[in-house]
């Protein structure tokens, strides 16, 4: 059962930008820690970025600080992930995470390609 929809992937070329948004399917993710991950082929899931439930706390890995900025809109229920200057390094599956829960989506595939 999925229990969250991810959006917003595609094709890109080198240093293009893209937004990743991840939606509850039936709730709010009012007032939850979000996390993104990704997941390189044959390789798990790493943590990209991660935002506690008031949106005043965020984390990322050092491979995306600078480029990729995480927020939420607790209004409309979405957790956003703006990627910017991507590279081909980033193609990946990108997956939203409700920690608390073990919520996963089926992830959104981005690919960063000239």
């Known amino acids: 059962q999925v229990q969250l929809m991810e959006s917003g992937g595609g094709l890109v070329r080198p240093g293009g930008s893209l937004r990743l948004t991840c939606r509850g399917a039936?709730?709010?993710?009012?007032?939850?820690?979000m996390i993104w991950y990704r997941q390189f082929p044959e390789k798990g899931r790493e943590l990209v970025a991660e935002i506690d439930s008031a949106g005043t706390a965020t984390n990322y890995d050092d491979s995306v600080k600078g480029r990729f900025t995480i927020s939420r809109d607790d209004i409309n229920s979405i957790v956003s992930l703006q990627m910017d200057g991507l590279k081909p390094e980033d193609t990946a599956i990108y997956y939203c995470?409700?920690?608390?829960?073990?919520?996963w989506g089926r992830g959104t595939q981005v690919t960063v390609s000239s």
């Open positions: 039936g709730f709010s993710l009012r007032s939850w820690r």
């Open positions: 995470n409700l920690p608390q829960r073990d919520y």
